[in-house]
DNA sequence: ATTTTATTCAATAAATCTCTTGAATAATTG
DNA sequence: CAATTATTCAAGAGATTTATTGAATAAAAT
């Protein structure tokens, strides 16, 4: 093999796996999946795509090693094929939402809208939650927290936040967190918590940039 | 601005920076402007593109803030625009090379072709170059060599490695590097060199990936 | 064995991306 | 200021990607 027809296969091989990411659509289902796997409907509930299409989409991933699937009875689930393809995931989100300037003003005018800057990184909540005035509240839907949620964290689903409001301390330090910079789950809490009189914020990242901080520190 | 909305925004944002990823003319400018900025002839002139080509996959990665450029007489230099996308690119290299079948399959093909296999990491190589007996060995042109270079290393440029063959010593164990893992000025080297019978081997990796090693140690 | 349910496959029109061609700029030289 | 050089812009044909539609599978339930 000569060094131009090497050069094509390998950079053709890249851009392959560049353009299984270039779509709105299997970057949102990517995103999902950090979270754990989750069926077809599932994603499809999530998302609003149609059936098919999630399906489609989820093929391209797959066949670019992305996404690995199983199947269980009627359901056939999947999940992000392994956490170095996480990190890489979580290493493009972090580049993007610091590095370009649209993605940081979108972000930025959103977390205001909800009173959420001001936002805790994953390096404070470290040395916070040594602290007992400090509590940290998972927003993701319970089943979500059961496959893994950050140590010491307790589960408040965003259905159950108003309701609960009153069992909690207004003398606590409240951090939320969902799943990531992209989702909008902890911001609703922080603008609720606020309205309600807490002392809230939110954490930065989410529960997937957690795990992958943890498999890090371990190696 | 709502959940939905905020979402379709972000993603949109995000696949728009992968689709201009998502091209291999654009991988391969890419991976020369890591050398150091570059004028478009020398880039037309490396990769083989048309002049008109070439100038739009720049504008490309310029509209998304990949690239920056500066204007010099006649010429326009590119480069890249920030050591944190050069960063976040080698992830991506690195990761397909070591997660993607294919391509890790074709390097290494490539690599028995060129007798180099048995290459050295760059932890490696830090322990080594404190051996006298060890000769670092850059071997990309002269002018990248001047941009910046691997402490320690020699210049040694391709078309002048076969007449200076003489100069160097059996008794010490070479190690060329280039570019990193995608360019084959390396190969070459140590094919040249095996045939000779030199003690040689490749750095699994190259300059832009020492020069980002370093910069995350001094942190 | 038939029906139901969850998912995949196949075909297609619309949208997007890519390369080529030739003209238009912008800075320098004579 | 005309000519030269390096680069960019603009338009169009061809290739690729995308969402939609409806049919085909595969496993489970009746």
Same mark, same amino acid.
């Given at each position: 093999?000569?060094? +131009? ?17 270039? &779509? *709105? ?6 995103e ?11 994603? %499809? =509930?999530a ?8 399906? /489609?989409?989820? /093929? @391209?991933?797959? &066949?670019?090693?992305? @996404? ?21 995931? /979580? ?16 972000? &930025?005018?959103? +977390? ?7 936002? %805790? ?18 927003? +993701? *839907? #319970? ?10 964290? !307790?589960? !408040? *689903? ?22 990531g *910079?992209?989702? !909008?789950?902890?911001?609703?809490? @922080?603008k ?7 002392? @809230?914020? +939110?954490? =930065?990242?989410?529960? #997937?940039?957690?795990?992958v901080? /943890? ?5």
């Open positions: 093999m000569k060094g +131009r027809e090497f050069k094509d296969a390998m950079y053709d091989g890249l851009s392959k796996l560049m353009k299984a990411l270039a &779509n *709105p659509a299997r970057l949102e289902i990517i999902m999946l950090s979270q754990g796997e989750k069926s077809v409907e599932g994603i %499809v =509930d998302t609003g795509l149609t059936i098919a299409n999630a399906s /489609q989409h989820l /093929q @391209v991933l797959k &066949n670019n090693n992305i @996404v690995k699937s199983r199947r269980e009875g009627h359901y056939v689930f999947y999940s992000i094929i392994n956490d170095e393809f996480l990190a890489l995931y /979580q290493h493009i989100t972090k580049y993007a939402i610091t590095e370009v300037a649209v993605l940081e003003k979108t972000l &930025n005018r959103h +977390r205001q809208d909800n009173l959420a800057l001001n936002s %805790v990184t994953l390096d404070e909540l470290e040395s916070m939650l040594h602290n007992k005035h400090v509590l940290l509240m998972d927003v +993701r *839907p #319970p089943s979500e927290y059961e496959l893994g949620h950050i140590t010491g964290a !307790v589960s !408040v *689903p965003m259905n159950e936040l108003l309701c609960c409001l009153k069992d909690f301390s207004k003398e606590k330090e409240i951090i939320a967190y969902c799943r *910079p992209f989702c !909008v789950l902890a911001d609703e809490a @922080v609720i918590l606020t309205e309600n009189g807490f002392n @809230v914020r +939110r954490l =930065d990242e989410g529960y #997937p940039e957690w795990k901080k /943890q498999l890090e520190e371990q190696k």
